[in-house]
């Protein structure tokens, strides 16, 4: 199993950011996938979720900012970040979670939001 994210950056706050995980090597149709973050001195923490009959789960800071979606066809997942705070500075994973198989970690893309 292979998960590539791409699309962090910088941006000033109020800005937004497009995050991309291309997802192989698994059957995307069993799959939830998810997008965790992790701030300097802090734990991991779910931002949002998908399962493949796209229910949705978010973490309360970023619910009516943040949305997830995916696209069954080309085996990916984005999280589209709006009204971007610096409190959403942290390295963002992506995650795949295979049901009845196992949960898989793309590598952290950064996302920096400044004042």
């Known amino acids: 199993v292979q998960l590539q994210a791409s699309g962090g950056g910088s941006v ?10 291309a997802a192989s090597g698994l059957i995307f149709g069993r799959t939830i996938m998810g997008w965790y973050r992790q701030a ?7 931002v949002a979720q998908i399962n493949p009959a796209e229910d949705r789960k978010y ?3 970023v619910k009516g900012r943040f949305t997830v979606s995916r696209d069954n066809v080309n085996y990916t997942a ?3 970040m709006n009204s971007l705070k610096p409190d959403d500075t942290a390295v963002y994973y992506c995650n795949a979670v295979v049901l009845m198989v196992g949960s898989y970690w ?6 920096t939001v400044s004042s």
Request: charged share 20%; aromatic share 0%; proline share 7%.
């Open 106 to 111: 793309g590598q952290g893309t950064l996302v």
């Open 78 to 80: 984005v999280l589209q």
């Open 40 to 46: 300097p001195g802090k734990k991991r923490e779910l």
């Open 12 to 21: 000033q706050a109020g800005g937004s950011l497009r995050l991309s995980c």
């Open 59 to 61: 973490a309360p800071d």
